[in-house]
């Protein structure tokens, strides 16, 4: 069982290059999102999605898009990379919970540089 | 939106100490309170959560209390050790939101010999 798989584990990009983050989820959970992690300030949700073909915003979203075609992928796109983009990225994915919250698991993690 | 604030920003304890690590949360409609541990270069791993539904749950050396007329929650870990060095997360989230989880800013608890 592999549960939240990332890649790739580091990527250096340079300004205005775009790229996407992938993540995948091999427990058949409804909810999946994304977080950057940044010294100081915890992690930061920036897109999120309940299901496949349902996707929203969290509380950073600029300059990310996301999809979710399927219930397995989840992948984050970096339109046009800018040295505030540089960050550590985790996707989670839980079971939606509808009448109570269930517990979140991370994948390893995307060190992300833009140069 | 939600907001969580976490304190300490960092906590040094001796070995065999205890250490309580304390967050607080503004969104009353939140009910689910989990706390994950990070070493370094690694993902966030769930270490224990609370429901609103309960005061306090416990497992072996790490407790939680909630007390939610406060808006408050807390992390207690007993007699820590070496490995209990790490970066401790608190958050909260509420049930129809799709688990979406509010972190705070995350206590580095070092534990010396």
């Known amino acids: 069982n592999a549960g939240v798989t990332q890649t790739p584990k580091f990527q250096v990009l340079k300004t205005g290059q775009s790229m996407t983050l992938q993540c995948a989820q091999d427990?058949?959970?409804?909810?999946m999102s994304w977080y950057r992690q940044d010294p100081g300030m915890g992690l930061r949700l920036i897109h999120y999605?309940?299901?496949?073909?349902?996707?929203d915003q969290g509380e950073v979203p600029n300059g990310y898009n996301v999809s979710r075609s399927t219930t397995e992928d989840f992948p984050l796109r970096l339109l046009s990379a800018a040295p505030s983009q540089t960050s550590v990225y985790f996707c989670?994915?839980?079971?939606?919970?509808?009448?109570?919250?269930?517990?979140?698991?991370f994948g390893q993690g995307t060190r992300l540089t833009v140069v | 939106g939600e907001n969580v604030e976490q304190h300490p920003s960092t906590l040094s304890v001796q070995e065999g100490d205890s250490a309580v690590i304390k967050c607080t949360y503004s969104?009353?409609?939140?009910?689910?309170f989990p706390w994950y541990k990070q070493e370094l270069g690694k993902r966030p791993q769930l270490i224990i959560d609370?429901?609103?539904?309960?005061g306090e749950k416990k497992d072996q050396r790490i407790a939680v209390t909630l007390n939610k007329t406060a808006k408050h929650f807390s992390l207690h870990i007993t007699e820590t050790q070496p490995e209990d060095s790490a970066v401790y997360f608190c958050?909260?989230?509420?049930?129809?939101?799709?688990?979406?989880?509010?972190f705070g800013t995350g206590t580095r608890l070092q534990v010396t010999l």
């Open positions: 989670a994915s839980s079971s939606w919970g509808r009448t109570q919250a269930a517990e979140a698991f």
């Open positions: 958050a909260a989230s509420k049930a129809g939101t799709a688990s979406k989880l509010t």
């Open positions: 427990m058949n959970h409804e909810y």
């Open positions: 969104d009353s409609a939140s009910n689910y």
């Open positions: 609370i429901r609103s539904n309960v």
């Open positions: 999605s309940v299901g496949a073909g349902i996707t």
